[in-house]
């Protein structure tokens, strides 16, 4: 069973995304990935996160996050990247402003790994003293260490 600390590197995490509009966040977080081992097909991964890009809130919280994906076989493991917006991104269709991105392709083989990881993703931001943490992070090999450490606590 895979844990979200095992899908990430320090150089697949922004911590400040330049990008201000939709197309640029998920291009500039995704581009994280372009080098990764596991990409097979770095055109078809592109295209597939792309393709399905859900805004994800909730109705408490003062920001949204991104989650692009792919269930494809452009990679041969779970790869994932994350781009941080400090002061968001405002997105088409979402309510909130996206604070983070989170780019992931995954063999369609691994699908249920990649269901408890959005979940796990979704029960972390949900609490505003995790999220906070994270926020505050300053280093990605820190963002990664918070993040296992929440993982860990669920």
Known sequence: MLSIADTLRPERIRLALAASDLDGAIRETAGLLQS??????WEALLAGLFRSAPCIGDRE????FCLPHARTEAVSTMVMSIGISPVGIVFPDCAKPIRYVFCIGV????APDYLRIVGLLTRILK???NEAMLRTTATSTAWIDELASLEARL
């Open 61 to 64: 919280a003062d920001f949204a």
């Open 127 to 129: 609490d505003p003293a």
């Open 107 to 110: 063999p369609k083989a691994m």
């Open 36 to 41: 990764a081992p596991a990409v097979l097909d």
